[in-house]
């Protein structure tokens, strides 16, 4: 669905410790789902993507997590470095139903020293 | 691997002027380009959809007249803000897919003075 607000969610987390960012999705028909990076002033940067027929999948130091029922999505970072700081989103889409991505709201990742 | 290049990455206009933004693939064929807006702190809103040779399909509230976009080859999408107002300064991402994942560009940021 349409993704507002005024401001983003934000995690902090401490260096070294795992992270944990949510995404609730609206459409139940979606079937593709990404998790993406954005620094300041940038482009989205690809991390991670899932297909709805599994409920896991990892990558390095990323894990995503898919919940179907509740249409939930999750990204866990381990050991969140420095470098991981940077807003997050979770997009979704239809294959073949135009391919257009759905952006969630995004979270802002802080990693404090 | 795929890279779009978005050009320029920052922009400053008066108002009522035009302004036209550059999205390339460089090392693949984009059957389908996405231009996005987002205001700070807030996700990315989907402007349009365009496919090569094909007029580009509006979002819901885009005023096509005002945000036009051609996709005249597979390597190349424009879009162009006319008569650009204040309400405009954004930041601007195109998206190409080849049919499978999407790649973004590194956003241009538009300023109207």
Same mark, same amino acid.
């Given at each position: 669905?349409? =993704?507002?607000g005024?401001?983003?969610p934000?995690?902090s987390v +401490?260096?070294?410790?795992?992270?944990?960012? *949510?995404?609730?999705y609206s459409?139940?028909?979606?079937?593709?789902?990404?998790?993406?990076k +954005?620094? =300041?002033?940038k482009?989205p940067?690809?991390?991670?993507?899932i297909? =709805? *027929?599994?409920?896991?999948? /990892?990558? /390095?130091?990323?894990?995503?997590?898919?919940?179907?029922?509740v249409?939930?999505? =999750?990204?866990?970072?381990?050991?969140?470095?420095?470098?991981d700081?940077?807003?997050?989103?979770c997009?979704?889409?239809?294959t073949g139903?135009?391919?257009k991505?759905?952006?969630?709201?995004g979270? +802002?990742?802080?990693?404090?020293? | &691997?795929a890279?779009?290049?978005? #050009?320029?990455?920052w922009?400053?206009? %008066?108002s009522?002027?035009?302004?036209k933004?550059?999205?390339?693939?460089? @090392?693949f064929?984009?059957?389908?380009?996405?231009?996005?807006?987002?205001?700070? %702190?807030?996700?990315?809103?989907?402007?349009a959809t365009?496919?090569?040779?094909?007029?580009?399909?509006?979002?819901?509230?885009?005023?096509? @007249?005002?945000?036009?976009?051609?996709h005249?080859?597979?390597?190349?999408?424009?879009l162009t803000?006319?008569?650009? #107002?204040p309400?405009d300064?954004?930041f601007?991402?195109?998206?190409a897919? &080849? &049919?499978?994942?999407?790649?973004?560009?590194?956003?241009?940021?538009?300023?109207?003075?």
């Amino acid at each position: 669905g349409e =993704s507002v607000g005024l401001h983003l969610p934000t995690l902090s987390v +401490q260096e070294g410790d795992n992270s944990i960012i *949510n995404c609730a999705y609206s459409n139940s028909a979606s079937d593709y789902f990404i998790w993406y990076k +954005q620094e =300041s002033g940038k482009g989205p940067q690809f991390i991670i993507d899932i297909r =709805s *027929n599994m409920d896991k999948r /990892q990558g /390095q130091r990323v894990t995503v997590l898919l919940n179907k029922t509740v249409k939930h999505l =999750s990204l866990q970072i381990a050991a969140t470095q420095p470098g991981d700081s940077a807003v997050y989103f979770c997009a979704e889409t239809v294959t073949g139903g135009g391919n257009k991505l759905t952006f969630g709201t995004g979270t +802002q990742l802080k990693v404090e020293l | &691997g795929a890279v779009v290049s978005q #050009h320029p990455s920052w922009v400053i206009c %008066k108002s009522g002027t035009s302004v036209k933004i550059e999205c390339r693939s460089l @090392d693949f064929q984009a059957t389908t380009m996405f231009w996005y807006r987002q205001f700070p %702190k807030q996700s990315l809103m989907l402007m349009a959809t365009s496919n090569e040779g094909s007029k580009a399909t509006y979002e819901q509230g885009v005023e096509k @007249d005002k945000f036009l976009i051609n996709h005249a080859s597979l390597t190349l999408s424009t879009l162009t803000v006319t008569s650009a #107002h204040p309400e405009d300064s954004s930041f601007y991402i195109c998206s190409a897919s &080849g &049919g499978v994942g999407y790649t973004f560009g590194s956003g241009t940021r538009l300023t109207v003075v």
